[in-house]
């Protein structure tokens, strides 16, 4: 986007230079992102993600009815706990 806007775009003491996209090539590049944000609009709007727990890599979370406890998860054993100075300990 830059390009169109700036063909000689300079950042400190780097100046990159580009050749100006012609009028039907940003509108191909629009219209090829419109088509790829289509394609993702469903991932985009479901909430939350999936994470897949390695073996010995704990995943930690914040109890919603308790935002001062935490919540690991490891090896299958689920655990409520405090950080202290960065380290987990259970309660």
Excluded: W
């Excluded at 580009?18 to 009028?23: E, F, I, Y």
């Excluded at 790829?36 to 993600?49: C, E, I, M, Q, T």
């Excluded at 409520?80 to 960065?86: A, E, S, T």
Aim: proline share 7%; aromatic share 6%.
């Amino acid at each position: 986007m830059l390009s169109v806007l700036f063909p000689n775009y300079r950042c400190g003491s780097v100046t990159v230079e580009a050749a100006r996209p012609s009028s039907a090539e940003v509108k191909r590049n629009v219209l090829a992102g419109q088509k790829a944000l289509l394609r993702a609009k469903d991932a985009f709007l479901a909430p939350g993600v999936n994470i897949h727990a390695e073996k010995d890599v704990p995943l930690f979370s914040v109890d919603p009815a308790n935002p001062t406890i935490v919540v690991r998860k490891l090896n299958g054993k689920k655990e409520r706990g405090v950080l202290k100075n960065g380290v987990f300990e259970a309660s």
